[in-house]
């Protein structure tokens, strides 16, 4: 097969280098937003065209003309829509799933194609590399086994927004009122490449965590 590729997160990127190296299907991989380019893609002519964790629109035509697949770490159809990893983190979610899914107009609403297991627990870097192996696996079963689609259960939805940076606050609010878990959560799903957890000083400063762990 013939095998575009889009993406820009380093988890996604991995997961083209990997798939790349390791099948015998052509490959052709656009690294960001700024490099990719319809001239290109429809010159290649692909069978598929994978667009794992990207955050913008894909025009209806490339929808319509390919077959495009998307990658979102969430057990769709819960947790639809932006920052899927944080907004999981914050309700206290431990297990979750890497879902690959046929891409639609609607917000991750396409059939899915496959799902993995993701352990939520660990540092943001270990949950990438889990994202990774199992967007890896999705992906090498959807080349052994062909296309098989299975409608999402459109009525157990739910949607989450995507964070900003002013949401990375820890506030007095939560600090007074939260316990230490949820506090530990909030800095550790915020980790690099994410806009750091911080508290607001009183000289209108910003203090940056980074990470932390929980003592008696």
Known sequence: MRIACVGYRKWALNIYDRLAESTSHVFLIFRSKSQFNLDILSGFSPDLVLFYGWSWLVSEYLLRQYVCLMLHPSPLPRYRGGSPIQNQIIAGEVNSKVSLFVMNNDLDAGDLVGQKDLSLEGTLSEIFQRIEDAGVQLTCDLFEHGLQRVPQDHSAATYCKRRIPRDS??????????????????????????????IATADSRKLMITSAYIAD
Not at 171 to 198: C, G, V, W
Request: charged content about 15%; proline content about 13%; hydrophobic content about 35%.
């Open 169 to 198: 606050e820890i506030t007095p609010h939560e600090l007074a009122t939260q316990p230490a878990s949820y506090l530990y959560n909030k800095i550790r799903m915020l980790a690099d490449p994410y806009p750091n957890a911080f």
